[in-house]
């Protein structure tokens, strides 16, 4: 295998050879003070930004559809639009349906690496031969004030506490991976007055450890977060920043700020095409084998009702151009832990999409990889099921993002995982 084809580690194929990063990785372990995940412009490239998140099927089929129309992707990747590894058995769960289908592809995944240590081994299995790890600071007085706060296991922490507990979790991260012989990039972000003095010594720490290569990005400030009112940093200075770190770590400088669903060669926006394949992948839509929609309700007209709450789920169909109730089916017993969304997803096997106002991450993860689209709504079933029939996008205004888990009183769990 030739890593000599990724167009972010080699500057002289970034012309000839292109990558696509699938958008799988929703969810985010750190908060940082320059990134504001919300917007989504076409025309703006820069990391945390993606049109749509997909499923680890629905990404493979995407995968598919773009390297027909495209021929030069030598690297599939995953970088966000959250963290690679806040839900890592997502990310190594799609990275190894792309191994097993296109052998030839190089695997790269981009992280900030607090989640990253439990995976190492297992990426070099499925032979992911470039990791890059986002390191912004290595004394954690100064990584304290890059970062609002960082989610470990259950706890939150914030400040000198968060930023030393990422760091330890990174220099972790770099060592396991160059102990397998997988090549590390080093991803830092400038920020004027934060951390732009302290660049070259990330780089002299990480190259310590044996890190590959650095890319200093400038900061690209963003509305609506800590950082929007301040300057980016200029082209000398970066210049300048790089020459001396350059001492210590190889510098790449042609760093296009990829999107999370980037597609093609670097510094190109995605094509049209691309994306309409993208949005497509991401939109449910029935088939002859699962041509149902199922909601979780309290009185059979709303979606309001926890997924884990729900004792039935009301059964749409589209006939005559007109969503329809067709059935009620009994949901399986709480108590059984994995087995009941397991029994769930048999149960609802004709059925392409669930509704429901909440879900926990245990039974997310299961239902997906059983193929559901899991939508968190409000509204009528009608309204919102007449949508997804019909294969169109449901419009924001029905949808709710979908948190930790909010079930009330009647919520039969163990705090394991929705219901268990």
């Not at 720490?205 to 800590?226: F, R, S």
């Not at 001396?244 to 995605?270: F, P, T, V």
């Not at 924001?396 to 079930?407: M, T």
Request: glycine letters at 12%.
């Amino acid at each position: 295998m030739d890593f000599d084809k990724h167009p972010c580690f080699n500057p002289g194929v970034r012309h000839s050879t292109g990558r696509i990063h699938l958008p799988v990785a929703e969810r985010c372990n750190v908060q940082c003070n320059f990134c504001n995940r919300k917007y989504d412009c076409v025309n703006e490239s820069r990391p945390g930004v993606t049109s749509a998140v997909l499923s680890p099927l629905r990404a493979l089929d995407y995968l598919g559809a773009a390297l027909q129309k495209t021929g030069n992707i030598s690297v599939v990747g995953i970088a966000g639009p959250g963290d690679a590894f806040a839900d890592g058995e997502l990310t190594f769960s799609t990275m190894k349906m792309v191994h097993e289908r296109y052998p030839d592809k190089l695997l790269c995944v981009a992280t900030n690496g607090l989640g990253l240590g439990p995976y190492a081994e297992r990426l070099a299995a499925l032979d992911v031969s470039h990791v890059t790890i986002t390191c912004n600071a290595v004394d954690p007085e100064i990584g304290g004030k890059l970062y609002a706060w960082v989610r470990y296991g259950p706890r939150v922490y914030r400040g000198v506490e968060g930023a030393a507990l990422l760091l330890a979790r990174q220099i972790e991260g770099v060592k396991a991976l160059k102990a397998l012989g997988i090549t590390v990039k080093i991803n830092t972000v400038i920020v004027p007055g934060v951390n732009d003095a302290h660049a070259v010594q990330v780089a002299k720490t990480m190259a310590g450890l044996g890190a590959d290569i650095q890319n200093c990005i400038p900061l690209k400030p963003v509305e609506g977060t800590a950082f929007e009112n301040l300057d980016s940093p200029g082209a000398g200075a970066m210049a300048g920043l790089r020459l001396e770190a350059g001492k210590y770590l190889r510098q790449m400088s042609h760093c296009g700020r990829c999107r999370a669903d980037a597609a093609g060669l670097i510094g190109d926006q995605n094509q049209a095409e691309t994306r309409e394949l993208l949005e497509a992948s991401g939109m449910p839509k029935p088939s002859a084998a699962r041509p149902y929609v199922a909601a979780a309700s309290m009185e059979g007209l709303f979606v309001n009702r926890h997924l884990g709450e729900a004792s039935s789920f009301q059964i749409f169909a589209l006939e005559n151009g007109k969503p329809v109730l067709r059935e009620q089916r009994p949901a399986p017993a709480a108590g059984t832990g994995s087995a009941r969304w397991e029994a769930l997803a048999d149960a609802l096997d004709d059925c392409f999409a669930i509704l429901f106002s909440n879900c926990g991450e245990g039974p997310k993860r299961i239902l997906e990889k059983r193929g559901f689209a899991l939508i968190a709504g409000e509204g009528l079933i009608s309204d919102i099921a007449d949508y997804l029939l019909k294969g169109k996008k449901v419009p924001s205004l029905y949808r709710v993002k979908a948190g930790r888990c909010g079930a009330g009183e009647g919520c039969a769990g163990n705090g394991g995982g929705c219901g268990a």
